[in-house]
């Protein structure tokens, strides 16, 4: 497991500089620039603001500079925030932002996981059509048309919920359930699908006939081989939920990382693009490590290769 780890680590380092150079060329290239939407600047502070940031120098340079910032864990100074860093501010921000994500995998593990095995168990029963339409509704329906629609009901009609703001444990409860269903659903399904494929194996068959009970059997036998391809949607399901908490944070008005990603983007804040680029990919990838080495854990015919 030792090499097979330091070998995934290893290949991180160039997937990491494809995704720096090409995010690094992207931003460059889109028209505009992180002083052009500021009112009219005279062109000698535009020019001493260039120096100062370095963005006099041919692009080329500029590249090469940053990737030595990089290699010192300097993300550089953002162009919107004069007095602030993109460390500063990624410290800042992140936890919120990672925060906002636990709750809404715990949330995703905690309807899915249940639902499908319920499904599973009492297939071709009431219990499965209503655990099978609940998955149907939160793959259909996405996260933007859903959040609104609960800080509609809970938050302006019943006035239960705060509909923005990140102050109080309730605040995290609509955001949470809007970003963590849509991935429950797909959890739900996808558990069932396991589920249901384990059970008709004939080592099932052998512990029935043994005479197990069927919760032994479930949750001894059938649960560990059905949950291989959660554990395997686990890499893309935290992906989307990191990414679709851009659309999150933007709804409720959540200070996170984010949000603050989107309002780069928008301000040409070319070194938080890709600070947040940076980081996002490192995380995702080493998630993705987290999750094989999960998947051979659980599936004893896999192998660290």
Known sequence: MFRFVARRLLQIIPVLLVIIT???FMVRFVPGGPFTAEKA??????????????LDQPLWRQYFTYLGQIARGDLGPSFKYSNRTVNEIIAQKLPVSLELGG???????GLGLPLGVFAAARHNTWLDYVCSAVGMIGICVPTFVLGPLLALFFGIYLQWLNVSGWYGPTDRILPGLTLGFVYAAYIMRLTRGGMLEVLNQDFIRTARAKGASETRIIFRHALRGGLLPVVSFLGPAIAGILTGSFVIETIF????????FVNSAFNRDYTLVL????LYAGLLVFMNLVVDVMQVWLNPRLKFE
């Open 103 to 109: 709750w809404a995998m715990l949330i995703a593990l």
């Open 22 to 24: 090409a995010t690094f």
């Open 253 to 260: 008005q959540i200070p996170g990382l984010g949000r603050e």
């Open 275 to 278: 600070g947040t680029v940076i």
């Open 41 to 54: 600047i005279p062109p000698e502070i535009m020019k001493n603001l260039e120096a100062h940031y370095g």
